[in-house]
């Protein structure tokens, strides 16, 4: 019965850190705080890409106006 416990422990455990959100960003940033909100793309901004994200660009572009 104890070996059933701990490995529902063991398999619950490694659900909750399979969970976990990393986020990508580069300059990958100090500090990152998760919270509730937008961050606007106006034209205050450009937008740099590489030659092959062309059409991401683009998108986010048109997605700005």
Known sequence: MKK???LLLLVF?????????E???IPRPN??????GQ????NAKS????ANAEKEAAFL???SR
């Open 4 to 6: 059933i416990l701990y």
């Open 13 to 21: 455990i490694a659900a909750f850190e399979a969970g976990a959100q």
């Open 23 to 25: 986020i990508n960003i």
């Open 31 to 36: 500090k990152i705080e998760l919270a509730k």
């Open 39 to 42: 961050f606007e793309i106006g």
């Open 47 to 50: 937008i740099q890409y590489a």
């Open 61 to 63: 572009q048109r997605a």
